[in-house]
T-cell receptor, first 113, second 112 residues
Framework: DAGITQSPRHKVTETGTPVTLRCHQTENHRYMYWYRQDPGHGLRLIHYSYGVKDTDKGEVSDGYSVSRSKTEDFLLTLESATSSQTSVYFC????????????FGQGTRLTVV | AQTVTQSQPEMSVQEAETVTLSCTYDTSESDYYLFWYKQPPSRQMILVIRQEAYKQQNATENRFSVNFQKAAKSFSLKISDSQLGDAAMYFCAYNDDDKIIFGKGTRLHILP
């Protein structure tokens, strides 16, 4: 199995508080992604990274920011959590992006109350 | 923008029968990869099969095969001899340069 871990696995937080989710990989893959999964919407891309300090927005990036200061770590921050950000968040990694499959973390269930 | 469409939110199939999940996509590229992923109740995403667009031959992995129609931009997944363990969400995905774009998924039920 690809070495990819997400932390925390579960979190409950209050509206308006900042939240940071961490994705850590041991595969030295170039690409890292953050998705959210909601019923009826599948997996929607939030942000992605194609190298250290190289990041870009996905289709649902509003309210989220990311940072990648090391190859192995990709952080997703909700600056001020809202109830609409209640979701399951997945981190994924890929070696070459276009030509290889993605490997996924086990997901983080985030509940904003 | 590239899009991936899975038109069947849910499907059911009798155990040991064959089922086909549909997927269409939109792209102006000629060289790309397509994937099917499975997500069982454990939530773990698992690669099922991949197809390279420049290869005319349809990919096959044991009981799983694809029907890839490049001109029609169609990429369906056929599961033969369905088993109870095949029950899951199935996602079609298109790899676009730096991004991976997923469809909304098809939930597959296996009837014993």
């Amino acid at each position: 199995d690809a070495g990819i871990t997400q932390s925390p696995r579960h979190k409950v937080t209050e509206t308006g508080t900042p939240v940071t989710l961490r994705c850590h990989q041991t595969e030295n893959h170039r690409y890292m992604y953050w998705y959210r999964q909601d019923p009826g919407h599948g997996l929607r891309l939030i942000h992605y990274s194609y190298g250290v300090k190289d990041t870009d927005k996905g289709e649902v990036s509003d309210g989220y920011s990311v940072s990648r200061s090391k190859t192995e770590d990709f952080l997703l921050t909700l600056e001020s959590a809202t109830s609409s950000q209640t979701s399951v968040y997945f981190c994924a990694i890929s070696d070459t992006g276009r030509y290889t499959e993605a490997f996924f973390g086990q997901g983080t269930r985030l509940t904003v109350v | 923008a590239q899009t991936v469409t899975q038109s069947q939110p849910e499907m059911s199939v009798q155990e040991a029968e064959t089922v086909t999940l549909s997927c269409t996509y939109d792209t102006s590229e000629s060289d790309y990869y397509l994937f099917w992923y499975k997500q069982p109740p454990s939530r773990q995403m698992i690669l099922v099969i991949r197809q390279e667009a420049y290869k005319q031959q349809n990919a096959t992995e044991n009981r799983f095969s694809v029907n890839f129609q490049k001109a029609a931009k169609s990429f369906s997944l056929k599961i033969s001899d369905s088993q109870l363990g095949d029950a899951a969400m199935y996602f079609c995905a298109y790899n676009d340069d730096d991004k991976i774009i997923f469809g909304k998924g098809t939930r597959l039920h296996i009837l014993p």
